[in-house]
Every structure is written in structure tokens, then in C-alpha cells.
């Protein structure tokens, strides 16, 4: 089968990218042919290098969304795949089986959240969200999704001889993140030895908690534990994050190390006692699908997070549940994990490799669309 991903933006800042990066290699081990279309940039071009060195890449040049749709028809055209797997609902990828150029292919489109829910849009911007959000179900062959919230939702609306077309298929992580280079990770080791460290990855957003981190970091900094936290990434509010730090006096125990190349997050998760990912109780974060967590799942450490969206159904009654919003419980369960011994989700994490996920959407992808 030959199979075509539409992507869009710079995957050091845009997520939805990693499915495509993750299932590359894994696909093509399965007899098929993966092209991935992406925005010529330099993050993008080093993280296929390294991760999906089979796929065959073809790049688009920035531009707005018209500009960018057409480019990334053209490539389709000249192509002729069988599967266009559409990574995210948006105009820059409103590419579909009523406009695509070949009538034997197959539309699929990923939603990794919804976006119509996100508060901080616009009203008119949510409501034109909502509206590609319904057309989904009539444009495209079949829809994936990442979340079972987002799995109830699309299939109450579709009729039941439908829901086939639609697949539960959540993020993943590669086993290659147990690689570790030890010539960073001593010096790592070396400078935060003695502290137990809290690792947070992840766009720095508010709504996307890392504020509470640090706030719950001044509570933890008036314990008797040795602790430092790094946080990983980078975002439209990180200014906001390193200001309330230097006001709070935290330099000290929070660091902010910026973007961090795939190949070497395993240095840091390993060097990790406790990983972090905040939700607040919203239908955004019902609805998505936090990467993160699949990634953090593969150490059996603790995970603090929230009863909330795809951590629940990853961690069930785990012990590192916080209430949503409550920094106080937040910090509580950050030092249950720096202070207790205990292993974590030992036994789930094979099944959140992107090798069980390929597997499973070429499977569906056969049955079912072709």
C-alpha cells in the first residue's frame, strides 16, 4: 500500500507531526510505501533523518493556507497514493476526497483534539472549527482518532453501521527512546546529583499547566527534600513561566532547558524520578490526547496528572492522581513520588509503542477504507 501523510508546521512546536514520524518505519516494515509531506524546515528535516530515514519526504515551502494546500495537492497528484492520511483538521490540510486528484484513493483524517472547544479561539474561529469538524464524517473514507473521549463523540454522530470507520488509535512512543548517550547523561547526572528531579515536557501554554508547576514548586521548596524541576519545551508563554519563577525566587530548582531533540529525551527521562503532566478539567483536555504521557509511561515512573481524558484510561486508579487546579495536591503528589519506592505501570508500556499502534491502523486501514 502506498501510503501518504499530510503534515503540517515545525514539529519541534506542532505535535500532531509525531504520528506520522513514530509509525514511518514500522509501516514500511509492513510492505508499504510511506511518504510523508511536511513543511521544509530545519527541525523537521534532522527529526526525519533520525527517526524515519526510509520514508520518502517531500517538502512544502511556508506560506498561508492556500498557498500551502495546493503545494501539498500537487505532491498527492503527482504521487498517486492509495491511503492520505490527513494528520490534523485545519485549512492548511483541507484535503479530501471531494477535492483530491485521484478518485481510487483513500481519505482518512486524525483528530488529536477539538479543536472547535479550544477558549482562548474566537468564537467566529471555534464555530468554523465546529463546522470541519461535522464534514468530517462525509468527506473523509474514515477518521482516527486519538482519545476515547473523542471516540464517543464522532461515533454518536454517525449511524451505527458506521463506526467501523472510525479508530481508536492514541499516541505511542519508539522503543528507541531507551537509547541513551551516557556522554550526556553523566554530566547531567553529575550536575543535579544529590536533588530528585521532576521532569515536565511539553508546549509552555497556561492552559496547559505548567504555570501550577511552578506554583506548586514554591509549596514543594518549604519541604525538607532535595528537589529540582526541568521543564521541557518551548511556547508562546514561557516568558510569563521564567518571570513568575525569578519572582518567586525558584531559579534555583526550576529550570528551563528549552526544546530538546528526540534523540536525546531519553537522557532526561532517564535522569527523572517523577514525570508531570497537568490537565485541567475542561472538554479540551478531555477530548486530547497528551503525548507526553505515552512517552513517560515507557520508564515506570511515577506520573503525576489528573483523572482526566486518555491519563485515565492509561493509569486507571494510579496513586498520582491530583485534583485539577488544586496546586497543593498537585505538590502532595509530586513529593509521594520523589519520597516513595515503588514500581509503576511495569507491565503496560509495550502497549503503547507505535509499533502495536502501525499495526493496528494497517490492519483497519485493510479492512476497512481500502
Not at 463506526?163 to 547526572?189: R, T
Request: hydrophobic content about 35%; glycine content about 6%; proline content about 2%.
Amino acid at each position: 500500500m502506498k501510503i501518504f501523510f499530510i503534515t503540517s508546521g515545525d514539529i519541534s512546536i506542532v505535535a500532531t507531526m509525531k504520528r506520522a514520524t513514530g509509525m514511518a518505519e514500522y509501516l514500511i516494515a509492513l510492505n508499504n510505501e510511506v511518504s510523508i509531506i511536511a513543511l521544509d524546515c530545519d527541525a523537521n528535516r534532522k527529526r526525519f533523518q533520525y527517526e524515519c530515514p526510509n520514508a520518502n519526504i517531500l517538502y512544502f515551502n511556508d506560506g498561508n493556507s492556500v498557498y500551502e494546500q495546493k503545494q501539498k495537492k500537487r505532491l498527492i497528484e503527482k504521487g498517486g497514493p492509495d491511503l492520505v492520511y490527513v494528520s490534523s483538521v485545519g485549512f492548511r490540510n483541507w484535503i479530501h476526497k471531494f477535492n483530491g486528484s485521484h478518485s481510487n484513493t483513500k481519505y482518512v483524517v486524525e483528530h488529536s483534539e477539538l479543536t472547535s472547544m479550544i477558549s482562548h479561539f474566537s468564537i467566529f474561529r471555534r464555530g468554523a472549527y465546529l463546522l470541519l469538524e461535522y464534514l468530517c464524517q462525509f468527506i473523509y473514507d474514515g477518521q482516527i482518532v486519538s482519545s476515547k473521549y473523542l471516540y464517543n463523540h464522532f461515533t454518536k454522530k454517525i449511524t451505527s453501521k458506521n463506526k467501523e470507520k472510525v479508530l481508536y488509535n492514541p499516541y505511542g512512543f519508539n522503543k528507541n527512546i531507551f537509547e541513551v548517550d551516557n556522554d550526556k547523561y553523566y554530566p547531567l547526572q553529575k550536575k543535579n546529583q544529590g536533588y530528585k528531579v521532576v521532569l515536565y515536557m511539553g508546549t509552555l501554554r497556561e492552559n496547559y499547566g505548567f504555570l501550577d508547576l511552578i506554583n506548586a514548586g514554591e509549596i514543594l521548596n518549604q519541604q525538607d527534600q532535595k528537589f529540582k524541576i526541568l521543564i521541557i519545551g518551548n511556547g508562546a508563554h514561557k516568558q510569563i513561566g521564567v518571570e513568575l519563577v525569578q519572582k518567586k525566587k525558584l531559579n534555583d530548582i526550576i529550570e528551563f532547558v528549552g526544546f530538546v531533540e528526540e534523540e536525546d529525551l531519553g537522557v532526561y527521562f532517564k535522569l527523572a524520578d517523577v514525570f508531570i503532566s497537568p490537565l485541567n478539567d475542561t472538554i479540551q483536555d478531555w477530548a486530547r490526547c497528551p503525548s507526553k504521557l505515552f512517552m513517560y509511561s515507557a520508564f515506570s515512573k511515577p506520573v503525576v496528572t489528573c483523572r482526566i481524558g486518555e491519563a485515565l484510561e492509561l493509569f486507571h486508579n494510579g496513586n498520582y492522581f491530583y485534583e485539577s487546579g488544586n496546586v497543593q495536591d498537585m505538590a502532595d503528589k509530586i513529593y509521594k513520588g520523589i519520597t516513595t519506592k515503588e514500581d509503576f505501570l511495569k507491565d503496560n508500556s509495550i502497549s503503547q509503542e507505535w509499533e502495536v499502534r502501525s499495526k493496528d491502523l494497517y490492519n483497519w486501514a485493510i479492512d476497512t477504507i481500502i
